[in-house]
């Protein structure tokens, strides 16, 4: 079955260790003078496009954004994007996997996971030139090398994903403990339904592996997103089937089968209940 393509880091740092973990570039150096055109692909690790100054667009997930001034795009590894930009814009293109930015702190891991739950993030020219300072930074640190400079370079970022979450909220209260709670609870939640999809579509695997009963998980999903855990569940089939119908040619059988079905007309009924269009159409209609 061919498989979305799939895009690693690539680092002028090879001697450093960093290909495979960081890498940040200037935007102006990307684009070499000229538009930058992407075919849809995927990344192993997290993508981080903050700029100044843009225009152009970019596809993530089937969902077309203008890209403009002032902007920030964050994707998770895993989501589909096309992008093209303009040239003449400015700003950074920051990457890094999953095991870069302190993977076995669970307070790392939360931090990481909020900044990146929203792949647009539009803000005021104050709101980008801080965050733009910070990735100035960042980018100091990563070519000058200096003692220290990975563990600069990890605070740094730290800081990066706090401004951009506090820039991109509403002032609130400080959360409540039990919504503290819940919140940590969607993120595991999330994180697991991102690794085990394909082999468990049943509440109660994720309810268990949480050590939550089917009643406690749905309660916080609804109480957090407004859905079922059960509709989460689906959506996250749903997009994964819109992917590679989009993005492969490959059969319909062979999509069901990667996505953990056995019986293929059974997936072809579960994707036209939730799109209204049957996989073959939905492929001819939106490719």
Same mark, same amino acid.
């Given at each position: 079955m061919k498989s979305i393509p799939i895009r690693h880091i690539r680092s002028a740092k090879n001697e450093l260790g960093f290909t495979e973990s960081f890498s940040i570039r200037d935007i102006h150096e990307v684009l070499n003078g000229k538009d930058l055109t992407q075919e849809l692909h995927r990344h192993d690790f997290f993508f981080v496009l903050v700029l100044l100054n843009g225009s152009g667009t970019h596809e993530i997930d089937f969902y077309s954004f203008d890209v403009c001034d002032h902007s920030v795009f964050f994707m998770r590894p895993g989501q589909v994007h096309q992008l093209k930009l303009k040239k003449g814009s400015?700003? +950074?293109?920051?990457?890094?996997? =999953?095991?870069?930015? +302190?993977?076995?702190?669970? #307070?790392?891991? *939360?931090? *990481? =996971? %909020?900044a990146s739950n929203k792949n647009l993030c539009q803000l005021n020219a104050q709101a980008i030139e801080k965050l733009? #300072? /910070?990735?100035?930074?960042?980018? %100091?640190?990563?070519?000058?090398?200096?003692?220290?400079? @990975?563990?600069?370079? %990890? #605070?740094?970022?730290?800081?990066? *994903? /706090?401004? *951009?979450?506090?820039?991109?909220?509403? @002032?609130?209260d400080f959360p409540a403990k039990n919504i503290l709670y819940a919140q940590e609870r969607i993120e595991e939640f999330l994180e697991l339904l991102e690794t085990h999809i394909f082999e468990h579509k049943e509440v109660s695997y994720y309810a268990e592996k949480l050590n939550l009963s089917s009643y406690q998980l749905n309660t916080i999903t609804k109480t957090t997103l407004g859905k079922k855990c059960s509709e989460l569940i689906n959506e996250y089939i749903i997009l994964e089937s819109k992917r590679y119908l989009l993005a492969t040619s490959n059969q319909v059988n062979q999509i069901a089968y990667h996505l953990g079905y056995e019986d293929v007309s059974y997936f072809i009924r579960f994707f036209k209940k939730h799109t209204g269009y049957s996989p073959e159409s939905f492929r001819h209609n939106f490719r």
């Open positions: 400015t700003g +950074y293109l920051m990457q890094f996997s =999953r095991d870069f930015y +302190y993977p076995n702190d669970d #307070a790392s891991r *939360l931090l *990481l =996971r %909020k733009y #300072a /910070i990735l100035t930074s960042i980018f %100091k640190e990563y070519m000058e090398q200096q003692e220290g400079y @990975k563990e600069v370079i %990890k #605070a740094n970022l730290g800081i990066f *994903l /706090i401004e *951009l979450i506090r820039h991109r909220q509403h @002032k609130k």
